[in-house]
Each structure stands twice: as C-alpha cells, then as structure tokens.
C-alpha cells in the first residue's frame, strides 16, 4: 500500500471471536485497506491484492445467517469468496478481472469478494472515490 491508504476495521459479532481467534482472525489481523492505486484485504492468514480500479462494483449485502456469514467460504454459485466475522451486514466487491484468495498458488480466482467490515457505507464511499478517501 502506499501512503494514505485508510483501513476499514471487520465487525466481530462477540460469539463468533473465539472461533475465529482459532484461524487466526482477530481484529488485529482481519481489516480492508484502500488506497488511489491498491485494494488489500487481509483476514487472519488469507489475503486478497488487487488493483483499485479492478474494482468495479460494490453493493451491500446482509444480514446473514451465521452459518452462511462466519469464516471464509466460496460460493458455489459465481465461486466469490466471503470474509465474514459478522451475521450484521456486510460489502459485496465485484472485479473486472478474478482475483486470487483462498486457495495459495492462484489457480482459483474470485469475481467478486464479500467483507464485513464494521462501517460498509464508508468503504463503499472509498471505493467510490477517485483517490480512495
């Protein structure tokens, strides 16, 4: 990231935390940076990269069923992938161009990623910016 990326922390509902601490996703690991040139996500040991302006979409989503809202997961309907520590309300991140995340090596790329960080407005009004603020 280069200088004036902000960073959107993920909302952790607290019955979810301790299962979540177990992969390795805890506050301190687990955030959105935006920036003019890159979009970073990182949750626990996954992360996605992309350029910003691969991103070309963003809707808001949820609430969600726990079980289709915690953790990471693919979907099997467009193969997006969904970082969740929230059943709240979350931001679906579509891309021009797939993008790798769950699995290492990259030979599995994502349209679209799905976040839930704790204030979506504000990340989709960064994203909607031309220099990410």
Same mark, same amino acid.
């Given at each position: 990231?280069?200088? +004036?990326?902000?960073?959107? +922390?993920? =909302?952790?509902? /607290?019955?979810? =935390?301790?299962?979540?601490? *177990?992969?390795?996703?805890?506050p301190a ?9 890159? *979009?970073?996500? #990182?949750?626990?040991?996954? #992360?996605? #990269?992309?350029? =910003? =302006?691969? !991103?070309?979409?963003v809707a /808001?989503? %949820? ?10 997961? *693919?979907? *099997? ?12 309300? +979350? ?12 699995? /290492?090596? %990259? ?7 799905? !976040?839930?960080?704790?204030? /979506?407005?504000a990340l989709? #009004? ?8």
């Open positions: 990231m280069t200088g +004036g990326a902000r960073r959107f +922390g993920f =909302r952790f509902d /607290p019955v979810f =935390r301790p299962a979540l601490a *177990l992969f390795g996703v805890r690991t687990a955030w959105v940076d935006v920036d003019a040139a890159e *979009l970073v996500i #990182r949750f626990g040991p996954w #992360r996605l #990269r992309t350029a =910003r =302006r691969n !991103v070309v979409g /808001p989503t %949820g609430p969600y069923r726990w079980w289709r809202g915690i953790g990471t997961r *693919l979907s *099997l309907a467009d193969a997006g992938v969904t970082f969740a520590s929230s059943t709240a309300a +979350g931001l679906c991140l579509r891309f021009a161009e797939p993008v790798p995340a769950l699995l /290492p090596g %990259g030979w599995l790329r994502h349209p679209g990623a799905t !976040v839930t960080v704790a204030d /979506p407005d989709a #009004r960064a994203l909607a910016a031309p220099d990410g603020d």
